[in-house]
């Protein structure tokens, strides 16, 4: 497991918290400039690989600068290093969703140009796939960085999360939806927003699901 760990000690926030209502506004003008700064460096990160090499690393080094690292320091430093970090097996671990992603892309190219039974039975198909590969990539960047297994049991884990945690598949996929819809209703909106806060808020319910996940494994193991 890679975690981020702050490059200076944690600042004090006490004085903050004491300011009420105050100390409130701090915070969510400071987690809302954090989600328009990993989004910078999502971008970033993407092209630094030339995309197909850098997206993957930036959406794995974006997850732990939301949910893992301290919200008060800069994010460059921390973000670079974890995109560094494992480069190589986070590239291997999402070469399936870019292979998926285009399969998709392609796919819905090639439905415009059916009718009647053959587009229906494709849109179904494109349906069901696309719903499971979105609860799949909820899970992608908080599996990969919590736990260092092999592709075959990461995946296997990927492909079978929806079945074994229904809610927070449906949750994920509700998430994804609204933050779809807000970027289509209100584009400017959803460029602020970015991958940052789909990002952010279907790792909170994923790192639930894996925390409930450890805890019954854990004595198991024991």
Known sequence: MTELRPDKPVR????????????GVMRVLRRVTRLVEVNVLVLLGA????????????????????LDADATESPWRPFWRAWRDDWRRTNLLGAPLTV?????????????????????????GLVLVGVWTAVALAYWP???????????DTWRFLLLSPPLGPGTAAGAVVVLGVCGLVAYVVPLLGLL???????????????ERLNRIDEVSRPAEG
Do not use: H, K, N
């Open 12 to 23: 004090d926030t006490s004085a903050e918290d004491e300011l009420g209502w105050t100390g």
């Open 47 to 66: 092209l630094a690989g030339g995309v197909v090499l850098g997206l993957w690393p930036a959406v794995r080094a974006a997850s732990a600068l939301l």
């Open 100 to 124: 998926v992603g285009a399969a998709l892309a392609l796919d819905f190219l090639v439905l415009g140009q059916l009718d009647g039974p053959a587009r229906a039975a494709l849109q179904a």
């Open 142 to 152: 908080r599996v990969v960085l919590r736990y260092d297994r092999s592709a075959f």
């Open 193 to 207: 927003a970015g991958i940052a806060v789909p990002l952010w808020l279907s790792g909170l319910m994923v790192d």
